[in-house]
């Protein structure tokens, strides 16, 4: 059973930038994919982020491009996402997510991912 910690959101003015920070368990083929998801109030939830921890190809949702930034470390134990240049509609629940790569590869679609962290709140304010 793969564990997935968030941590690292807050309240920031539109603009300026936060990291949110997830705690992997396991460095296994069932966390070979790792994906940052969110959920703003009356949306459904959306693929941000995802990296493949074995091959460390990264891939990112259009709204997203040119500002966020995922990595891991060199242990492979923690999935950064770095959010730069905040808008308000970044606003939303972000939840950490880790599952099997599907065909070689990992995709940004929530039913491919079978354990979740709780979620961390990211608020930006206009």
């Known amino acids: 059973q793969v564990q997935l910690v968030e941590s690292g959101g807050g309240s920031v003015p539109a603009g300026e930038s936060l990291t949110l920070s997830c705690a992997v368990s396991?460095?296994?083929?069932?966390?070979?994919?790792v994906g940052w998801f969110r959920q703003a109030p009356g949306r459904e939830r959306e693929g941000v982020a995802r990296?493949?921890?074995?091959?460390?190809?990264?891939l990112y949702a259009d709204s997203v491009k040119g500002r966020f930034t995922i990595s891991q470390d060199n242990r492979r134990t923690t999935v950064q996402l770095q959010m730069n240049s905040l808008k308000p509609d970044d606003t939303a629940l972000y939840y950490c997510?880790?599952?099997?790569?599907?065909?070689?590869?990992?995709?940004?679609?929530?039913?491919?991912?079978?354990?979740w962290g709780q979620g961390t709140q990211v608020t930006v304010s206009s």
């Open positions: 997510a880790a599952g099997r790569a599907r065909a070689g590869t990992c995709s940004l679609r929530e039913s491919d991912y079978d354990y």
């Open positions: 396991e460095y296994t083929s069932s966390a070979a994919c």
């Open positions: 990296i493949s921890q074995f091959l460390g190809t990264k």
